[in-house]
């Protein structure tokens, strides 16, 4: 009969509800729970609409992307509220991750140990909990960058609130758009080449679970911290 084991009490930050590990051949630890998992792909299908509608928006170049959402009037009608959904849907996401996110000891070691990363050499880098360095800077990234849209879109948004701001206001409020909007389509293709590059990371958000021997070679600490003791070798894959 296979167990689980999953912290009731007390819990480290990393460790989030729904968070388990389940003996067996292979070990396998849930990740992302099913509500999650839904939160997290109706962020990211709002994000990639918002991105191809306010780049049909932006440059003539690229009006034809307008085609997908019916034609102009539709593409700039329903661009905005995207931009709600988008707003309230990240807020679900980050009441949900917050508290892992936050900084870390071992962040700065993570940071300096970057090189080998990305020569491959894992072993070297230090233990980390639920998320590393790189993905709390995706995780604050977009938590800044989509307040600053809603913010600035709310200001451009002159079907209901032309009145309130001038017109300096409006075209202050479209250039930080369109800047904000060029750093978190920047920001989303480093979250995206990195969910490809670690193989497994994908599953984790579609099946919402790893194997053991994932969790370890990649998120050790939040691995020792589910178990409760320190394992005395790697589960295996």
Not at 160 to 168: A, K, S
Not at 190 to 209: D, E, F, P
Request: a positive charge.
């Amino acid at each position: 009969m296979t167990t689980a084991y999953d912290h009731k009490t007390k819990t480290p930050d990393d460790v989030e509800p729904g968070d388990a590990v389940h003996p067996g051949h292979p070990v396998t630890v849930d990740r992302y729970t099913v509500g999650a998992r839904i939160n997290h792909w109706i962020t990211a299908t709002s994000l990639v609409l918002l991105a191809l509608s306010g780049m049909a928006l932006f440059t003539p170049r690229l009006f034809f992307l307008t085609g997908l959402f019916g034609g102009g009037q539709w593409t700039r009608a329903i661009h905005p509220w995207i931009g709600v959904v988008l707003f309230f849907s990240f807020l679900m996401l980050f009441v949900r991750f917050f508290k892992a996110n936050l900084p870390a000891r071992e962040d700065a070691a993570w940071v300096a140990h970057s090189a080998d990363l990305l020569a491959g050499r894992e072993e070297k880098m230090p233990e980390v909990g639920k998320y590393n360095a790189g993905q709390k800077f995706v995780f604050w990234s977009m938590s800044g960058l989509i307040i600053v849209l809603i913010a600035s879109g709310v200001v451009m948004w002159d079907q209901y609130f032309y009145d309130l701001t001038t017109i300096e206001q409006k075209r202050i409020a479209i250039l930080i758009h369109a800047v904000a909007a060029v750093c978190i389509i920047c920001v989303w293709i480093i979250h995206v080449y990195a969910a490809i590059w670690v193989k497994g990371t994908i599953g984790a958000m579609t099946r919402g679970r790893v194997t053991g021997g994932w969790a370890w070679r990649h998120h050790r600490k939040w691995l020792r911290e589910l178990v409760g003791k320190k394992p005395p070798h790697a589960p295996a894959e």
